[in-house]
């Protein structure tokens, strides 16, 4: 299993970016797919969470109608767009995949498995 993050950067606040997630080494369609984030001197947590034929997501409140997860099953890539962002969205980004493909509790960190190397974001105010 392999899970590769890009898009992070620089950007002002108000802006966005838009990561992306490249997931190889096993049936991408059959997880639910996971974002989560770590600030310098915090916890890793929870960012948004998407089903394995994108029907249902799931966002952590602070970021409720600033982002949006996505998928590409046909590309094995799933996506978090982020608008309207500010200077609390530091941090670096980490797309995960699910222990299992009923995909229960996708909130919680401890249901993923498998993680990316992260892709930084910086927002300046």
């Known amino acids: 299993v392999q899970l590769q993050a890009s898009g992070g950067g620089l950007v002002q606040a108000g802006g966005s970016l838009r990561l992306s997630c490249k997931a190889s080494?096993?049936?991408?369609?059959?997880?639910?797919m996971g974002w989560f984030r770590q600030a310098p001197g915090k916890e890793r947590e929870f960012v948004a969470a998407?089903?394995?034929?994108?029907?249902?997501?799931s966002y952590a409140d602070s970021v409720k109608g600033r982002f949006t997860i996505s998928r590409d099953n046909a590309k094995n890539t799933g996506y978090l767009q982020m608008d309207s962002l500010k200077p609390e969205d530091t941090a670096v980004y980490y797309c995960?995949?699910?222990?299992?493909?009923?995909?229960?509790?996708?909130?919680?960190?401890?249901?993923?498995?498998?993680w990316g190397q992260g892709t930084l974001v910086t927002v300046s105010s």
């Open positions: 995960a995949r699910h222990r299992w493909t009923t995909g229960q509790e996708m909130g919680e960190r401890a249901s993923y498995a498998y």
């Open positions: 080494g096993f049936t991408f369609n059959m997880y639910v």
């Open positions: 998407i089903t394995r034929r994108a029907g249902s997501t």
